[in-house]
């Protein structure tokens, strides 16, 4: 099942790859847009105040979730109902919102279940509680995975819970995790590549070289990392309706 997963997931990237640049055009013009707005005299006056930065970095933070969202969906469609975008390539509107909606939801359930978790281990147990906290964020990943497959549902307009989700996904969380795993190794080995590159040109050109090959790094690991976890997904959705239709027929 881990090399079904590769083998697709890879396919699907590179058989798409003239979209994917179109679409990283489009995170990156807005994410560009924000980041002049950002350096504007207005909000340059509002982030020296500790409430100032922290908006700023909820708005950027919000910005990502959107856009995101938006192009996850666009993702989404393109994979599973080989549909091209006809109206531009950015729209936000009910699906959309929907998606980002179950996004955040998992999200946040997962973080408050981990964080709680490491809380109290770290209360009971010191620095080996962090140990035992990373243990169960590996444990629970696959089950993250199986609970994250009515986010590529949602955005092809399926009605899929989470109870069809973990039905149908056994024995596709961990495969699905390890491959996300291995298609970010040489992602954040062209980033590290890159920061090391940046370093370079801050010491040649000046320190105000780095917010701009700062931006472009993470705007670019930002999208990869999520195009990677879309696709991944993806791919494993197919699956279970593979698996799905193929049990219904046998019943």
């Known amino acids: 099942m881990f090399l079904k997963i590769l083998a697709r997931s890879t396919s699907a990237v590179l058989a798409n790859r003239k979209?994917?640049?179109?679409l990283v055009g489009v995170w990156a013009a807005v994410m560009a847009v924000w980041f002049v707005i950002s350096?504007?005299?207005?909000?340059?006056?509002?982030?020296a105040s500790q409430s100032g930065k922290l908006m700023i970095l909820l708005t950027h933070i919000g910005l990502n979730s959107i856009?995101?969202?938006?192009?996850?969906?666009?993702w989404h469609r393109l994979f599973l109902?080989?549909?091209?975008?006809?109206?531009?390539?950015?729209?936000?509107?009910?699906?959309?919102?929907?998606?980002?909606?179950r996004a955040l939801l998992i999200g946040f359930g997962w973080g408050v279940a981990i964080g709680l978790s490491g809380i109290l281990l770290y209360t009971a147990f010191g620095s080996n509680g962090?140990?035992?906290?990373?243990?169960?964020?590996?444990?629970?990943?696959?089950?993250?995975?199986?609970?994250?497959?009515?986010?590529?549902?949602?955005?092809i307009g399926e009605r899929f819970s989470f109870k069809d989700a973990l039905r149908v996904s056994k024995g596709l969380g961990l495969p699905m995790?390890?491959?996300?795993?291995?298609?970010?190794?040489?992602?954040?080995?062209?980033?590290?590549?890159?920061?090391f590159f940046q370093n370079l040109l801050v010491a040649i050109a000046g320190p105000g070289v780095k917010v701009v090959v700062g931006t472009?790094?993470?705007?670019?690991?930002?999208?990869?990392?999520?195009?990677?976890?879309?696709?991944?997904?993806?791919?494993?959705?197919?699956?279970?309706?593979?698996?799905?239709?193929?049990?219904?027929?046998n019943t």
């Open 39 to 47: 350096l504007s005299g207005g909000l340059a006056d509002i982030g």
């Open 81 to 101: 109902l080989r549909e091209e975008q006809k109206s531009g390539l950015f729209r936000f509107g009910a699906v959309e919102f929907e998606y980002l909606g």
């Open 177 to 195: 995790a390890l491959v996300n795993l291995v298609l970010l190794l040489p992602i954040f080995a062209v980033f590290t590549i890159g920061t």
């Open 216 to 249: 472009m790094l993470e705007v670019g690991l930002t999208f990869a990392t999520a195009l990677v976890y879309v696709t991944v997904l993806s791919v494993g959705y197919n699956l279970a309706k593979e698996r799905w239709f193929s049990a219904a027929a």
């Open 19 to 22: 979209k994917i640049v179109a």
């Open 67 to 74: 856009v995101g969202a938006a192009i996850a969906v666009i």
């Open 130 to 155: 962090l140990i035992a906290t990373a243990g169960i964020i590996l444990v629970s990943a696959p089950l993250n995975y199986r609970l994250s497959l009515v986010l590529p549902a949602t955005a």
